[in-house]
């Protein structure tokens, strides 16, 4: 397996409203390679969350290619793309989305779930995830008894638990207090480096952009700069 | 884990599910309590016909049941008879001669149905023994039995002496007999309430001229009669020809299908009942559902297939039919039970020839009412399968932004 994990070229995402034509993205180049920890930034409706969507694919380029561990996912059929999402991407969400009648353990079980592992194998992994976020003692906890915080580490735990090559995050930070956010992208960088997973985050939150390894900036959908660092 | 999160979910909004349950329970318990009735009704109507006058199974001299025609008498009357009361599971069997006649008394006077009977086997054959509402059953010639509707018309009571005129099937020539009141029955039968001069089988024969020989025999069984296969089995030795011999479904074919034709009733009023609580079931199953679209977006991105969506949907809607049906059977049945113990009254209402003047006890009809829950289940079902296959087919991106 190739070294990039994303790659992207001429991405363009259009959408017709009765207002006319929104260019959610215009022609978007981008190459991603394993283990980045990678912050796209820009104002809100810059294209980010729809760079994000494209990547994990949630959504469908209007031109352009994306490819995920070199396949195209235009050639992909639904049922593959959903096998793709459940196999090597892990998704965390702006609010957490958590499934309410789970609990936090089986939360992080769901994806292994559906890979069909066994009840023993999922149960280790996801408490050993769990524990890695400091949240062994809410194993049997519902997501509506946890803090935000905690609802976000859960997501982040389920996230990583079928070990993804790639993790989306969409505004991760964005609900939690800056304590809590600082903690959250720590935890995610020792995973980073732990298991060389790629992170993709979209964000406005400087602490994220800080930390990550390189900085794309978005502006009208285009990128309007990209900053390595490290 | 369908099954666990389907489980789960239905109880996230639990006032909403019970209420919804709710329904569905109502539903199964109007049902299960017309299904009881229906089939106590039915019960009823088979007892009435068959013990207020045409008995279990009937033997006719060919072609007598189209013509009516009063010359054609069975052949061998008494050897037939004899015969039919020894098979195996028959109780009784009793031969009648009918005719027709003129009442009089005084001014009044009323053409009749001469209906002679053999009293004692009469008794193991119909109620009226047990139908008289005045006076006695009749036990020898001279004696004339009927029902109070027409002893009303003619003003007679029990004691009243009236002329019984009746003709010579063969000659045509009619004799007149002085006869005397012994009894006024209710038999239920309306043609026999109304017309019927019930006397003894020597007096109606000799008056006839068909001395011996009987118009009818009529059978009653040992077993149950709902269906007709058992009955020809036990009446098939008698078959032979010049005569006919059936069972009471050919003399009475409406209540013979009228069990047939209820439970036909009962599946469209199933499903008249059901497109009523659709619309309820419809909207609270779809709010549920559209609430839930940016969760199922959730899902749908973690990997969930849309098949599997959809089969959790559907499953959902399945443990709601079911919460709703399993109390609609308890539920049902129990005040169904209620129907059987105290019955409904329906006094004064005619049907089919029959009249009721007591309470229609219920039949529990356990089968037919978990064929109505089943039923609500399965369409319960249904109901959630377009929201299912809608919530299926929508990109994860766009139920994440609420569909």
Redesign the interface.
Known sequence: MSDVVIEIEGAKRHYTTPAGVVKALDGVDLTVERGEFLAIAGPSGSGKSTLLNLIGALDTPTEGSVKIDGTSLSEMREKALAELRRDRIGFVFQAYNLIPVLSVLENVEYVMLLQGKGASERHKAAKEILAEVGLSDMLDRRPVELSGGQQQRVAVARAIAAKPSLVLADEPTANLDSATGIALLEMMQSLNKTYNMTFVFSTHDQEVMARATRLIRLRDGKIESEERRG | ?IIK?AW??IW?NKRRTILTALTLTIGVVALSMMLTLAAGMVERMIRVATHSRIGDAQIHAAHYLETQDETLTIPSTTALLEQARKLPDVKDATARSIGIGVLSIADRTSGIQLLGIDPEHEKNITNWSERIVDGEYISEPGQVMMGSHLAEKLEVEVGSKMILTAANVTTGETTAELVRVKGLLYTGDVATDRQAAIVHLDMAQKMMGTRGQAHEIVLKLNIPIEQREPIEAIIAPLKRDGISVEPWQTMNPIVAQMKGLMESYMDVMVVVLFMILAFGLINTISMSLLERM??FG?????????S?LAKLIVTEAAFLGFIGAVPGIVCGLLISQLLVTYGLDFAGTTAYGMEFREPIYGQLDIPGTVRVAVMFVILTTLVSLFTAIRAARL???EA?RGG
Do not use: A
Not at chain 2, 298 to 306: C, K, Y
């Open positions: 884990m999160l789960r979910n996230r940016r969760e959730v899902m749908r991105s973690l990997g969930t297939s849309g599997m990109e994860p991106v994440m």
